[in-house]
């Protein structure tokens, strides 16, 4: 039987469903989902298989208009992702479309030499025609090789995809064992799980401006692991908003992490969260660093 194996980069706006879509490509969770945008920073890997085939998908950071370092270093990764992939998948929300993100990386995509699929997302919640409509629109911005309608969240259209993304792939040896889901190491999914568990549970209460780090990371005798973070901030009344009552918030995020990371890495995991404001973070090299983006001027 002959092996393929090519890399696909996972591009679109803010909240197209970026995320969500290589975690149903892979099968199993790989990279952080939220409601809040900009929540990819990292160009996280998943590991997908379909039949002979092993597809590296990076899922970069939503491109958008950096204005900050941060946001500089997060597009900086979005586009370094698309580099020599052997097919770039644009996802839209055809529903919000974020007109203004979309039309930067259209111009963008119109020139490059990789295979371009578009992939019009959440159809669940879409209706028919414009669907249609928008994809013909899009198709005369930039020649796709392909077009799927998909719901990365029902898994709808999924399926089909996958194969056909497969059949893409050059031929060649796989580059990750069969077990391996994803390129990240255990420690920074360990920070991206706790920084998805802030998202989820405190809102609009904190804004994007927090950053987990890794501090240590102890394999203990009895085969559990022990995992100590610390949640980076910028001002005291963000702190005392992510302690909460108590201590209540910081325990129920830890509480719900811990739950989450146990069943992924297989094992007890102990972890201990303590959180610090540091105004100026996000000007820090070596947080850069520690949450795997690289440091941009």
């Not at 669940?124 to 669907?131: G, H, I, N, Q, S």
């Not at 105004?279 to 795997?292: H, P, Q, V």
């Amino acid at each position: 039987m002959t092996t393929r194996c090519g890399f696909v980069a996972v591009i679109g706006a803010p909240n197209a469903g970026k995320s969500t879509l290589v975690n149903a490509l892979v099968g199993q969770k790989v990279a952080i989902v939220s409601a809040k945008a900009q929540t990819t920073r990292a160009r996280l890997m998943g590991i997908a298989l379909e039949g002979e085939a092993q597809m590296v998908l990076v899922d970069t950071p939503g491109i958008f208009e950096p204005r900050r370092r941060l946001d500089r270093a997060m597009v900086g990764a979005a586009w370094e992702g698309a580099e020599a992939a052997d097919a770039v998948l644009l996802v839209v929300d055809p529903v919000k479309q974020r007109r203004r993100e979309l039309e930067p990386l259209l111009e963008s995509l119109a020139n490059r030499p990789e295979r371009k699929i578009l992939v019009l997302n959440k159809v669940d919640v879409a209706k028919k025609e414009p669907l249609l409509a928008l994809a013909q629109d899009l198709g005369t911005k930039v020649d796709f090789a392909e077009v799927f309608f998909v719901s990365a969240l029902t898994g709808d259209g999924v399926p089909e995809m996958k194969a056909a993304l497969a059949a893409m792939m050059p031929e060649g040896e796989w580059v990750y064992p069969e077990d391996q889901v994803s390129d990240a190491s255990e420690r920074l999914l360990a920070c991206e799980i706790t920084r998805e568990q802030l998202y989820r549970q405190l809102h609009e209460e904190l804004p994007y401006d927090s950053a987990v780090r890794p501090e240590k990371y102890v394999e203990r005798k009895d085969g559990s692991v022990e995992i100590h973070q610390q949640i980076v901030v910028t001002r005291d009344n963000q702190r005392a908003i992510v302690l909460g009552k108590g201590g209540s918030r910081i325990k129920e995020i830890g509480s719900a992490a811990r739950a989450e990371l146990s069943e992924l890495l297989g094992r007890k995991v102990h972890l201990f969260l303590h959180v610090k404001t540091e105004e100026n973070w996000a000007e820090s090299r070596e947080i850069y660093e520690e949450i795997g983006l690289e440091w941009v001027r």
